[in-house]
T-cell receptor, first 117, second 109 residues
Framework: SQTIHQWPATLVQPVGSPLSLECTVE??????LYWYRQAAGRGLQLLFY??????ISSEVPQNLSASRPQDRQFILSSKKLLLSDSGFYLC????????????????FGAGTRLSVL | QKEVEQDPGPLSVPEGAIVSLNCTYS??????FMWYRQYSRKGPELLMY????GNKEDGRFTAQVDKSSKYISLFIRDSQPSDSATYLC?????????FGSGTKLNVKP
């Protein structure tokens, strides 16, 4: 079965510090990978998605970047955090369309609560 | 107009009640329809999904899709305090996903 791991669960960082959140998926190959931010009462905001190694699409211009150094690894980064980067970050995956039995279903990690002070 | 509309609630019901959660959408191309349950400070957990129209049942949960009305529902029978959570609806087409803002449900013992 497939599992998604996301860490850390909680992070408190000072303004101006760097950020690195990591997400890995097990039990599948070539997944589509996503980073979301969830603000209270405002639903999920798609930040980045990736259909393969080194292929990143950005949905919202901001202080964050994403990278996919390996097939099942997705990293969210920032060089200098802002107060407005605080929030709940979620990694998710779905099967690639290239798989014959692909289903457009998304599975989420446990999330990282980031507080920038 | 948002792609997916969902009443944020909160919805408060007594234990044992039947709960109805709903979403409307505007894009007739949506293929998959999902319901997620999210407990406080946790990631969304996939509860059920359906493809195209119809009903799907899993234990106390029933998902219903009416593509002609662009309306989906999740019914929870014999609701329990452990069902208290935020429920997100989601829809997808061509690996693009669209989410409702979530309905907060409180089941009182």
């Amino acid at each position: 079965s497939q599992t998604i791991h996301q860490w850390p669960a909680t992070l408190v960082q000072p303004v101006g510090s760097p950020l690195s959140l990591e997400c890995t998926v097990e039990g599948t190959s070539n997944p589509n990978l996503y980073w979301y931010r969830q603000a209270a009462g405002r639903g999920l905001q798609l930040l980045f998605y990736s259909v393969g190694i080194g292929q990143i699409s950005s949905e919202v211009p901001q202080n964050l970047s994403a990278s996919r150094p390996q097939d099942r690894q997705f990293i969210l980064s920032s060089k200098k955090l802002l107060l407005s980067d605080s929030g709940f970050y979620l990694c998710a995956w779905s099967r690639s369309e290239r798989k014959s039995l692909a289903k457009n279903i998304q599975y989420f990690g446990a999330g990282t609560r980031l507080s920038v002070l | 107009q948002k792609e997916v509309e969902q009443d944020p609630g909160p919805l408060s019901v007594p234990e044992g009640a039947i709960v109805s959660l709903n979403c409307t959408y505007s894009n007739s191309a949506f293929q998959y329809f999902m319901w997620y349950r999210q407990y406080s400070r946790k990631g969304p957990e996939l509860l059920m999904y359906t493809y195209s129209s119809g009903n799907k049942e899993d234990g106390r949960f029933t998902a219903q899709v009416d593509k002609s009305s662009k309306y989906i529902s999740l019914f929870i029978r014999d609701s329990q305090p452990s069902d208290s959570a935020t429920y997100l609806c989601a829809m997808s087409v061509l690996n693009k996903f669209y989410f409702g803002s979530g309905t907060k449900l409180n089941v009182k013992p």
